[in-house]
């Protein structure tokens, strides 16, 4: 008959403690457990199968109101990391609130009870996701005007602030593209302008604030996506600057917020064939995101994808699926879908399928994890973090933020510029110097403002083409025309006024660069923005009621001051 050896009294000391305490105690059993930050993240990490990493690199969005079946089958089955709020789900703003939290608490039904990023597009001014009550922005060209980083600070902050009353914790924003291509429509005033330098420091306090709001920020379109007039929505723009220039110019604003250690970086859909990285998108290339922004640059947090159904990413990759794979192997930790794909679609079963032959994909998942964990943790716990679940009740009154709605005010008045017209013989236009006037734009809310600043004035809201012969006739018997220019689907209207003989003054909101194709015209403000506050601010200064302060902010400065 065969004897075991007694076990050493330190090991039975420990099968006791085990029996005593259970053995899963002396593992992660959640999310919210104490300890060092990193150790829990590996520790949460190493409770998951491959899969639960894998889909903690996920992050995905849905279409409609309410969640669908299968983004909560995603959440719940295979506990992905993040959902994306797009436009089309932020109809209402208290069923957002409620949709956000309705998510949460499946996410955290899970064994190791992670909650989700979830994120949003709100730059402010142009884009703007969530809308519903949310406040209307000057937005990044407003702040470029007004060149003041407490201005970026405080719309980062109060964006945010918005943002927390609806569950939403993560921000792709600030918007840090150097405006170098004037005929770019994609980014236009969502930019700050085209300084380098203003553009990092500015972007810094806008993520500063966002952070004092407890909202995650994220940098984009790295490297840049100011310099190309193409959409990557539908393309792969090329952008032929070497990377020389890239270093000076475009990585500027990124070279400044690592240092301040900005929490997120959005890898954009961009060709560079004069780097290094050939005909590669930035965003699937690890010499973009390894080699120069972790090495090189010293950025230590989150690479996020721009969405992967974007042309611009899967006609160079060849297929969605093998985006998705090279987006991770070259550097990304999170991967965003813009539509949730079946729990079968061969985005995860391929990737399933390589983490299981492929070694080196399945320690760059597992480290994409880790990551991602880590800043879970930093910033979704605590006093400063967002709610999971939202206050219903603190979102319907705090919508819009009614201290954020006077600062933008103020911020809008601070940024109006006068580009033309401005040497006292023409702006300030008071209603005598002005006469009879016509107010000619398609927004609402510039006819309203314009008639308080100009009583008795006329509007005409319809300035398209087919009207032109109708909008000529209305507007011969006035003295002064006041033309609102979003676009340059307004210049061919714009363009049939100037033979009429009347004072033609243009009211840019958006991008200023159309003004450069009509300089016959009698006088110019920029205000960059068509947010309510925008117009009063610029019917103000065309008034003289305040002065006009903003710098156009497509010239060179040395420094925001």
Same mark, same amino acid.
């Given at each position: 008959?065969?004897?075991?050896?007694?076990? @050493?009294?330190?090991?039975?000391?420990?099968?006791?403690?085990?029996?005593?305490?259970?053995?899963?105690?002396?593992?992660?059993?959640?999310?919210?457990? @104490?300890?060092?930050?990193?150790?829990?993240?590996?520790?949460?990490?190493?409770?998951?199968?491959?899969?639960?990493?894998?889909?903690?690199?996920?992050?995905?969005?849905?279409?409609?109101?309410?969640?669908?079946?299968?983004?909560?089958?995603?959440?719940?089955?295979?506990?992905?990391?993040?959902?994306?709020?797009? =436009?089309?789900?932020?109809?209402?703003?208290?069923?957002?609130?409620?949709?956000?939290?309705?998510?949460?608490?499946?996410?955290?039904?899970?064994?190791?009870?992670?909650?989700?990023?979830?994120?949003?597009?709100?730059?402010?001014?142009?884009?703007?996701?969530?809308?519903?009550?949310?406040?209307?922005?000057?937005?990044?060209?407003?702040? =470029?005007?007004?060149?003041?980083?407490?201005?970026?600070?405080?719309?980062?902050?109060?964006?945010?602030?918005?943002?927390?009353?609806?569950?939403?914790?993560?921000?792709?924003?600030?918007?840090?593209?150097?405006?170098?291509?004037?005929?770019?429509?994609?980014? =236009?005033?969502?930019?700050? =302008?085209?300084?380098?330098?203003?553009?990092?420091?500015?972007?810094?306090?806008?993520?500063?604030?966002?952070?004092?709001?407890?909202?995650?920020?994220? *940098?984009?379109?790295?490297?840049?996506?100011?310099?190309?007039?193409?959409?990557?929505?539908?393309?792969?723009?090329?952008?032929?600057?070497?990377?020389?220039?890239?270093?000076?110019?475009?990585?500027?604003?990124?070279?400044?917020?690592?240092?301040?250690?900005? @929490?997120?970086?959005?890898?954009?859909?961009?060709?560079?064939?004069?780097?290094?990285?050939?005909?590669?998108?930035?965003?699937?290339?690890?010499?973009?995101?390894?080699?120069?922004?972790?090495?090189?640059?010293?950025?230590?947090?989150?690479?996020?994808?721009?969405?992967?159904?974007?042309?611009?990413?899967? %006609?160079?990759?060849?297929?969605?699926?093998?985006?998705?794979?090279?987006?991770?192997?070259?550097?990304?930790?999170?991967?965003?879908?813009?539509? %949730?794909?079946?729990?079968?679609?061969?985005?995860?079963?391929?990737?399933?399928?390589?983490?299981?032959?492929?070694?080196?994909?399945?320690?760059?998942?597992?480290?994409?994890?880790?990551?991602?964990?880590?800043?879970?943790?930093?910033?979704?716990?605590?006093?400063?973090?967002?709610?999971?679940?939202?206050?219903?009740?603190?979102?319907?009154?705090?919508?819009?933020?009614?201290?954020?709605?006077?600062?933008?005010?103020?911020?809008?008045?601070?940024?109006?510029?006068?580009?033309?017209?401005?040497?006292?013989?023409?702006?300030?236009?008071?209603?005598?110097?002005?006469?009879?006037?016509?107010?000619?734009?398609?927004?609402?809310?510039?006819?309203?403002?314009?008639?308080?600043?100009?009583?008795? *004035?006329?509007?005409?809201?319809?300035?398209?083409?087919?009207?032109?012969?109708?909008?000529?006739?209305?507007?011969?018997?006035?003295?002064?025309?006041?033309?609102?220019?979003?676009?340059?689907?307004?210049?061919?209207?714009?363009?049939?006024?100037?033979?009429?003989?009347?004072?033609?003054?243009?009211?840019?909101?958006?991008?200023?660069?159309?003004?450069?194709?009509?300089?016959?015209?009698?006088?110019?403000?920029?205000?960059?923005?068509?947010?309510?506050?925008?117009?009063?601010?610029?019917?103000?200064?065309?008034?003289?009621?305040?002065?006009?302060?903003?710098?156009?902010?497509?010239?060179?400065?040395?420094?925001?001051?």
């Amino acid at each position: 008959m065969k004897f075991h050896r007694p076990l @050493p009294a330190s090991r039975v000391g420990y099968l006791a403690l085990l029996l005593f305490l259970g053995a899963e105690s002396l593992f992660p059993q959640s999310f919210a457990d @104490p300890g060092d930050r990193s150790e829990l993240a590996a520790a949460l990490v190493n409770a998951m199968s491959d899969e639960e990493a894998l889909a903690q690199t996920f992050m995905l969005g849905w279409v409609g109101a309410e969640p669908s079946p299968l983004i909560l089958d995603w959440i719940r089955d295979r506990h992905i990391g993040g959902v994306k709020i797009f =436009g089309w789900n932020t109809g209402d703003t208290i069923r957002l609130a409620e949709t956000v939290g309705a998510l949460q608490r499946v996410a955290l039904g899970g064994k190791l009870k992670i909650p989700l990023l979830v994120a949003t597009d709100q730059e402010g001014g142009w884009i703007r996701h969530v809308k519903g009550a949310t406040s209307e922005t000057p937005g990044n060209m407003a702040i =470029g005007a007004s060149g003041y980083p407490r201005d970026a600070y405080l719309s980062g902050y109060y964006i945010g602030r918005e943002l927390a009353l609806l569950g939403i914790n993560m921000n792709f924003a600030p918007t840090v593209d150097i405006y170098t291509n004037r005929a770019s429509t994609v980014i =236009g005033p969502r930019s700050f =302008g085209n300084d380098p330098v203003r553009a990092g420091l500015l972007g810094t306090a806008f993520m500063k604030g966002q952070q004092a709001a407890g909202v995650i920020a994220t *940098a984009k379109h790295y490297p840049g996506h100011g310099d190309t007039d193409l959409d990557s929505h539908g393309v792969l723009p090329r952008i032929d600057a070497s990377f020389e220039v890239l270093w000076d110019r475009e990585l500027v604003p990124y070279r400044i917020l690592a240092k301040e250690n900005i @929490p997120a970086i959005m890898s954009g859909h961009l060709a560079f064939p004069n780097t290094q990285a050939t005909s590669a998108p930035a965003s699937l290339s690890s010499w973009f995101l390894q080699d120069i922004l972790r090495d090189h640059i010293g950025f230590r947090g989150l690479i996020i994808t721009d969405d992967l159904m974007m042309n611009g990413a899967t %006609t160079w990759a060849g297929s969605l699926s093998q985006a998705a794979k090279l987006a991770l192997l070259s550097g990304n930790d999170i991967i965003m879908l813009s539509k %949730t794909p079946s729990l079968n679609d061969p985005i995860w079963t391929n990737m399933v399928a390589s983490m299981q032959r492929e070694p080196v994909f399945r320690k760059r998942v597992r480290d994409a994890a880790r990551r991602i964990m880590a800043m879970k943790l930093e910033y979704l716990r605590g006093e400063t973090a967002v709610p999971y679940i939202p206050d219903i009740r603190k979102a319907e009154a705090g919508l819009p933020d009614p201290e954020g709605s006077r600062f933008f005010l103020d911020l809008a008045a601070r940024s109006v510029t006068i580009l033309k017209g401005s040497a006292g013989d023409l702006l300030p236009l008071t209603p005598e110097k002005a006469g009879t006037v016509l107010l000619v734009g398609k927004y609402p809310e510039f006819i309203k403002a314009g008639k308080a600043a100009y009583p008795g *004035a006329k509007g005409w809201g319809d300035p398209r083409e087919i009207w032109i012969q109708e909008l000529l006739n209305y507007a011969r018997p006035v003295d002064t025309i006041i033309f609102c220019l979003p676009d340059d689907e307004g210049l061919s209207v714009l363009r049939s006024l100037r033979g009429l003989g009347k004072r033609v003054i243009v009211f840019s909101v958006l991008s200023p660069v159309y003004l450069d194709q009509v300089p016959w015209i009698d006088g110019a403000i920029a205000v960059y923005s068509y947010a309510p506050e925008s117009f009063v601010a610029g019917f103000s200064a065309m008034r003289g009621r305040i002065p006009a302060q903003g710098q156009f902010p497509l010239q060179a400065v040395s420094a925001a001051r």
